[in-house]
Nanobody, 127 residues
Framework: QVQLVESGGGLVQAGGSLRLSCAAS????????MGWFRQAPGKEREFVAA????????YYADSVKGRFTISRDNAKNTVYLQMNSLKPEDTAVYYC????????????????????WGQGTQVTVSS
């Protein structure tokens, strides 16, 4: 059974930083695109960032570009999201996701491209 478990969320002041981790088990994701999505209260889930299986290509939503960095350690089957210069509008539940097919598109924002999802971790940014 595939499991994605996020950690690292919490409460931080505006301008601060957090690092989210996503540990995968039940499958090796070294050939799969991994991504992060978020969902704020009352809003739809939205794409945040994605990373190619070789980690040499990444893709970001315009709202986080230059502030967030996605990375991965395939030896640990883990994906990270470093979030800097956080803003109150970054407040959301953050979800880790893995695509269902290997060697997929890392530049897609479609949730449907992702077959595996974590339970989410809350990030709250106070002003």
């Amino acid at each position: 059974q595939v499991q994605l478990v996020e950690s690292g969320g919490g409460l931080v002041q505006a301008g601060g930083s957090l690092r989210l981790s996503c540990a995968a088990s039940g499958r090796t994701f070294s050939s799969y695109v991994m991504g992060w999505f978020r969902q704020a209260p009352g809003k739809e889930r939205e794409f945040v960032a994605a990373i190619r299986w070789t980690a040499d290509n990444t893709y970001y939503a315009d709202s986080v570009k230059g502030r967030f960095t996605i990375s991965r350690d395939n030896a640990k089957n883990t994906v990270y999201l470093q979030m800097n210069s956080l803003k109150p509008e970054d407040t959301a539940v953050y979800y880790c996701a893995g695509q269902g097919s290997p060697y997929g598109s890392w530049y897609t924002v479609r949730m449907g491209a992702y077959a595996y999802w974590g339970q989410g971790t809350q990030v709250t940014v106070s002003s």
